[in-house]
């Protein structure tokens, strides 16, 4: 079922057409990327071999309290399709500068919103995060690829201790 969605993916934007394509699943074998896990994280990954779904957020999106947020994905919070020439390893995404190889060859913007849950968890000091986004339009010369709502996927984080003074 994964291979399938990919393959759907790349159809809708290999093809030639001018209608709008409704797919209903996004689906990547790995699971939820990041490179720092804390409210300082402003990207997630997902990633499948030579592809790659990321998710790039404002900084301070992220707190440290019980909250339920959409933000609408803009030019500081993106969510980006990505094929690669090769295999791209979890490291590129955490790079300041990403390496040269493998070479990004398709790079497709959504348009949508991003809602952010967060729940504290006083038992164990730590605070549970939900990724989800809402009404994704991918667009390019190829096509569309339209999704109403995908859960991209949650981290959980033990919260600092409060400094006294």
Same mark, same amino acid.
């Given at each position: ?26 689906? %990547? ?6 490179? $720092?896990?804390?409210? #300082? &994280?402003? +990207?997630?990954?997902?990633? !499948? ?43 590129? %995404? ?6 040269? $190889?493998?070479?990004? #060859? &398709?790079? +497709?913007?959504?348009?949508? !919103? ?52």
């Amino acid at each position: 079922m994964k291979w399938i969605s990919l393959t759907l993916i790349l159809f809708v934007f290999g093809c030639k057409t001018s209608d709008t394509i409704i797919i209903t699943n996004i689906d %990547f074998e790995d699971t939820l990327g990041y490179c $720092n896990l804390d409210i #300082t &994280n402003t +990207t997630f990954f997902k990633k !499948s071999n030579n592809e790659a779904v990321i998710l790039t957020l404002s900084s301070g999106l992220l707190k440290n309290s019980s909250q339920k947020k959409s933000y609408t994905l803009s030019q500081t919070t993106k969510f980006i399709y990505r094929s690669f020439s090769d295999a791209v390893e979890s490291t590129y %995404f955490c790079n300041e500068v990403p390496p040269a $190889n493998p070479t990004v #060859t &398709n790079e +497709t913007e959504a348009t949508g !919103s991003l809602e952010i849950i967060s729940t504290i968890n006083e038992s164990n000091d730590s605070i549970f995060h939900q990724l989800v986004l809402k009404d994704l339009l991918f667009e390019n010369e190829g096509g569309k690829f339209i999704q109403d709502s995908l859960f991209f996927g949650s981290f959980n984080y033990k919260l600092p201790e409060e400094s006294s003074n």
